[in-house]
């Protein structure tokens, strides 16, 4: 797949459409696409490999763009196998290239290459590489989403090659916009490190950006300014929207019909905005991120063995590890005999930074009965509160 971004620079990456899965967790319902971009200049340089799966059509790409040159450099902005799979592969095709990579990348590289050293350049920040009338300024992206990442700038033609930030699930011509699959992509890979996205972005903003070169999803152009802005309110841990995210982890049944009844009532509270996940069903990696776009997120769960039941567990867990701050939480919980699905979620909840868990509570033994409405009623009041 070739495609013109500028005059001189080309889109050489491959879609995959088959993979259901990305890093054997992340569900796929449009394939994944591996870029990679060719700078066509008086010294010819290649940003990028992909993963070992699409070598092949890679190389097929690289050679139908060189059209007989040889490239003098491969710039590696990211160590990940998905991306530097084919670093020795292309390095024996073409014996006099140089591999570039951040000076933070070299202690890393033996990991990735069995390529010697004295192949290899190392840069550090604001350095530049000439091809001609092409210069790109490399900025190191610490922490996005690895330690040794770096992003480069062309001045020529205004192009970030911005490594995995700015990237998305889903393959280059993938029918749907970049929001959605975007939002599940930064808050399940990049989300974790929202400083050090903000330290990006700071770069970023003094840069005449004309267009987004990432490793996953489309280039970007026309929707720059939108998409930077969407990058500072997700780095912030601010909300994206007013609004609940109810998460139900529900055993027999009784839970989830507790929780959408939740929903009927927010809703005709006037909520200005109630999205609902079924824990034992629903893409954990989506739910993740529908936590995170909401500015409140209540939980209802099942009371199970002393704690609380697996997906919800799970979920928190999920929340913790990417840092999940910065919102109020509510919680309701289902118990036969010995109530504990609260207490546990509290718990966890209590490990996150900044999170305001309300003091009003539901719990519903089995089934839920005319007082649990009324109960569920007067949390709703205070959800909206905070909404």
Known sequence: MNVKITDTIKYIGVNDYDIDLFESQYML????????????????????????????????????????????????????PDHSASIDVFAEKYPEAKIVISNGAMRMFP????????????????????????????????????????????SKDGVLFSADAFGKFGTVDAD?????????????????????????????????????????GPILSDTIDEVISLYKTWSAYEPENRGVFIAAASIHGNTLEAAEKMKEILEKKGCPRVAFADLSRDDIAECVEDGFRHSVLLCMASSYDGGVFAPMSDYLHHLEHKAFQNRTVALVENTSWAPSAIRTMKAEFEKMKDITVLDKTVSIKTRLTEQNIKELEELADEIIKHV
């Open 29 to 80: 319902e449009k394939g994944m696409a591996y870029n990679s971009y060719i700078i066509l200049d008086e010294k010819i340089a290649v940003c990028d490999g992909v993963d070992k799966i699409a070598v092949d059509r890679w190389l097929d790409n690289l050679d139908r763009a060189l059209d007989g040159k040889a490239p003098d450099y491969l710039i590696v902005h990211h160590l990940e």
């Open 111 to 154: 990991q990735f290459s069995d390529l010697s050293t004295d192949r290899v350049i190392a840069v550090k920040e604001k350095d530049t590489l000439s091809l001609g009338e092409h210069e790109l300024t490399f900025y190191m992206a610490p922490m996005v989403h690895w330690p040794e990442v770096m992003v480069s700038f062309d």
């Open 176 to 216: 749907e916009g970049w929001s959605c699959e975007a939002r599940r992509y930064y808050f399940n890979i990049v989300g974790k490190y929202g400083k050090q996205v903000q330290a990006l972005l700071a770069k970023a903003a003094l840069l005449d950006i004309k267009f987004i070169c990432p490793l996953h």
